[in-house]
């Protein structure tokens, strides 16, 4: 029977170079499953194709029962933030999936329509809706009407600014509008610093590699919250007990998807092994990338970051502080084997200056 252990390897004596941050190839293996264990699945998350429909966030409270609350994260609450259809805000103990609204706009150039004689039927400025048919399209085609005489017809769109942009984009007066949608959630790190801290074994590590938080074992202590570098994790402030995203473990356990996954109409949040999702990012971060749109990155693919790469990554369209997400996440545990070192020859040092202190009133 496997030991299975809710720490670190580097807190249980299974990890002598004390690893709490880089790559892990086997996540599961170092919490002590058997070899033959299942594979590490995660979420990838391509926001190049979020609609924003919040059928994720239904889902998640649906089958897990989540009580309703507002943009504050106020329980049994209904509320909009005033900015968008976002009505939830963010990550919380009782929203563990949040889509977030981002609205960009800037200022374009948008050239008038040229002026001349009227073209054809089904030609030029006088059909379809006085743009010649060429609104919303990157090209500047010519037509020549009855006399011969040729119109250049200039889309009412900026191709070139609209590139930028592209995929989503909308036009109104003189600015250039997109909406960022991207479902967030908890990570499930390879390095999970919230898992590290808890002195209860509430947060243990699963045989699918993800983290999860038993809220019948949890004691309230709240040493997680500041230890997750994301902000995901969160107490209810009823009873002080700790809950996020488990990546609907009893799912798994049945051999069924997330309900989030399972809901996504777009297939925007994509459920499978870790690994074969990292090389679909990887594709799919190219064919965007050939397509123009030179804002695209991935988030949390990286095993080489601070928390050695996420359970949970991203496709994002700009900088990740644009979603509300931190550009450089360090596990909060890191640092520990350090700090403790540096106490104790600190607190050697004061004990020698004690010492040398009453030696020499002694004499």
Known sequence: MSQISSASPAFTGNDPENRLFGPLPDVTGEAGYEPDHPARVGFFTDTSVCIGCKACEVACKEWNTLPMDDADGNRDALGLSGMSYDNTGMLGANSWRHVAFVEQSRSVDLPMPAIGAPAAPGQG??????????????????????????????SVLNAQALSSFDPQTAQSADREIRW??????????????????????????????????????????????????????????????????????????????????????????????????????????????????????????????????????????????????????????????????????????????????FLGRRR
Not at 128 to 149: F, I, K, L, W
Not at 223 to 243: E, L, S
Not at 312 to 319: N, Q, S
Not at 334 to 356: N, Y
């Open 125 to 154: 400025v006088g059909s379809a809706g006085g743009c010649g048919g060429s609104c919303g399209s990157a090209e500047t085609p010519s037509h020549a009407n009855a006399d011969g005489v040729t119109i250049d017809q200039h």
């Open 180 to 357: 960022l949608m991207s479902s967030d959630v908890c990570k499930h790190c390879t390095h999970a610093g919230c898992l590290d801290v808890c002195p209860t074994g509430a947060l243990f590590r699963t045989e699918f590699g993800t983290v999860v938080v038993q809220d019948d074992i949890c004691n309230g202590c709240g040493y997680c919250v500041p230890a997750c570098p994301y902000g995901v994790i969160d107490q209810r402030k009823d009873d002080g007990r700790v809950f996020k995203c488990t990546m609907c473990y009893d799912r798994l356990t049945d051999g069924l998807q997330p309900a989030c996954a399972t809901a996504c109409p777009t297939q925007s949040i994509q459920f499978g092994d870790l690994d074969e999702l990292q090389a679909r990012a990887d594709a799919r971060l190219a064919t965007l990338t050939e397509q123009g749109v030179t804002t695209a990155r991935l988030y949390g693919r990286d095993t080489d970051d601070g928390v050695g790469g996420a359970g949970a990554f991203f496709l994002l369209l700009d900088e990740p502080e644009v979603y509300g997400l931190p550009p450089d996440p360090v596990v909060t545990t890191r640092d520990l084997p350090s700090m403790w070192r540096h106490a104790a020859g600190a607190a050697a040092m004061l004990v020698g200056v004690a010492l040398s202190g």
